[in-house]
């Protein structure tokens, strides 16, 4: 379980491809990791399966993973964003997120603005129906406020948040680009409601 405040900036040192799925190794600058420990990267819950003292771990990223999320489009160099597990004792600075990628957004707007940044995504309305305005939003494994919903008839939602400075710079969002694909986790709590409003889904 996670909360979707970002801790760190992690670099990918390799991306290496085998049989559908994906071995990375990440300059994590977590000294204190454990085998088998989970850490989100870019929001998606994955394992620690080899590490050492300076920090550096090896996640593996199943066929499933890469098929739900844009771990597949990581490379050498990039930065990701990083979140060791919650503790009972940690404050929940952000919400539930469960590194539970549930869909993909296009990042189709960027605008500076006082300093923040306001950006615009296209979400897919099998995700939007979970998403209210001010209701939380996990992109790319970051916690974050919804300011905007509006459907389109091209069967998308576009969406818009405003992102802090310190949002900006303390993660990856500073490098994205418009068309950049980012991973999405909706409140759990919205699809559990549902989940209990239509017991025959």
């Known amino acids: 379980m996670f909360s979707g405040i970002i801790e760190s900036l992690g670099t990918i040192t390799a991306a290496t491809g085998a049989d559908g799925s994906v071995t990375l190794d990440v300059a994590t600058g977590f000294s204190d990791l454990s085998l088998g420990e989970s850490v989100a990267i870019n929001g998606i819950c994955l394992t620690v399966v080899t590490f050492d003292t300076k920090g550096y771990a090896e996640f593996y990223a199943s066929p499933e993973t890469l098929q739900r999320t844009n771990l597949g489009s990581l490379k050498s160099g990039d930065l990701v964003n990083l979140e060791r597990a919650v503790s009972l004792s940690t404050r929940l600075s952000g919400h539930i997120v469960q590194g539970h990628v549930d869909g993909l957004a296009t990042l189709d707007a960027i605008q500076s603005e006082s300093g923040a940044h306001k950006i615009e995504l296209s979400l897919p309305k099998t995700l939007a129906r979970y998403c209210v305005e001010k209701g939380s939003i996990t992109l790319d494994g970051i916690s ?54 239509n017991p025959s889904l």
């Open 144 to 197: 974050l406020t919804l300011n905007s919903l509006q459907d389109h008839p091209s069967g998308v939602c576009r969406v818009g948040l405003t992102i802090i400075p310190h949002t900006w710079t303390h993660t990856n969002l500073h490098t994205r680009i418009e068309g950049d694909v980012i991973n999405v986790e909706v409140d759990v709590l919205a699809k559990y409601v549902e989940r209990l409003c």
